[in-house]
Nanobody, 120 residues
């Protein structure tokens, strides 16, 4: 089992930057990739970024250039930096861990989510 805890959400002004953090604990050795999802009110949850154990990253097309995912393996920490925030980035952001062998990200574990609200 893997436990994930997000932090770093809050109320932010449009145009500013924000970094979300995810702390992984438990059987972290089974994690093959980490990802960040977001779910805006009334919308489906979507994968915005993922990073493999080897450091390869993928991004949702609409966030490329503004979002950056990173990891600190020594600390079992994962991060999502969001630059130039817009109101459309308002959502609950979830950290997820993939313990599968799939080439596509398949979440095996979820964090509880952290709310990001962007004000104009």
């Amino acid at each position: 089992q893997v436990q994930l805890v997000e932090s770093g959400g809050g109320l932010v002004q449009a145009g500013k930057s924000l970094t979300l953090s995810c702390a992984a604990s438990g059987n972290v050795l089974e994690i093959n990739a980490m990802g960040w999802y977001r779910q805006a009110a009334g919308k489906q949850r979507e994968l915005v970024a993922s990073i493999t154990k080897g450091g390869s990253t993928r991004y949702l097309d609409s966030v490329k250039g503004r979002f950056s995912i990173s990891r600190d393996n020594a600390k079992n920490m994962f991060y999502l930096q969001i630059n130039s925030l817009t109101r459309e980035d308002t959502a609950v952001y979830y950290c997820a861990a993939d313990a599968s062998r799939s080439p596509d990200f398949r979440p095996s574990y979820w964090g509880q989510g952290t709310q990001v609200t962007v004000s104009s």
